[in-house]
Structure formats: C-alpha cells, structure tokens
C-alpha cells in the first residue's frame, strides 16, 4: 500500500485559484498512474484528472483547459493546478495511486475544496 497525503484545499471565490498537493509515501516514479478525484455531495466520485507513470494524462471534459495536473519527482508530490474555478467545483478532493505489480489501488482522506459565487 502507499500512503497518500493530500493538502492544499480551501474556499476560494469563483474565478480565483487552488494548487492541491498530494503526497507519496513511495517514489512516485515507480506508480503506474495517480489521478485526482472529486465528490461532491450527493454524487458519485468521479476522475478529475491523472496522469501515467509515461506522462500520459487524462481530464475530465468539465475541467479540461483550466486544472493540471503535475509530478515533482524530488518531491514524490502530484500536483493540481486548478484556475477558473466555479461553484459547481465544489468537492471533496482525493489523490488515488494505482499500480499493477505490487497491486495496490490507495486513496488519500481527501481535502475539502469549496468555490464560492
């Protein structure tokens, strides 16, 4: 298993900025892919965003040209640029690492993102 540690969530007014970060308790360049993921009340946790242990990345069409997502390798961090942000964006965020061998499917405790009108 890999811990996952998330921060970096807050309230913010439509239109500003969040940068979430997310902690590996392993070398990030050993996963096979670690995504960001939402919940907002009511709903279904769906993808946000994630990226391969290659740099293939894959975005929600909801978030696509205003969220990206990074890896800083020194860091063993996974970032999430978030700009333009709207009410609708308004979740409880969480890291998720994947990887086939050793199999470990790990999700972080989540950090609260609220976007104000």
């Known amino acids: 298993q890999v811990r996952l540690v998330e921060s970096g969530g807050g309230l913010v007014q439509a239109g500003g900025s969040l940068r979430l970060s997310c902690l590996a308790s392993v070398s990030i360049f050993s996963i096979n892919a670690i995504g960001w993921y939402r919940q907002a009340p009511g709903k279904q946790r769906e993808l946000v965003a994630s990226?391969?242990?290659?740099?293939?990345?894959i975005y929600a069409d909801s978030v696509k040209g205003r969220f990206t997502i990074s890896k800083d390798y020194a860091k063993n961090m996974v970032y999430l640029q978030m700009n333009t942000l709207k009410p609708e964006d308004t979740a409880v965020y969480y890291c998720?690492?994947?990887?086939?061998?050793?199999?470990?499917?790990?999700w972080g405790q989540g950090t609260q993102v609220t976007v104000s009108s």
């Open positions: 990226v391969t242990k290659g740099g293939s990345t």
């Open positions: 998720n690492a994947r990887n086939g061998l050793p199999k470990y499917d790990s």
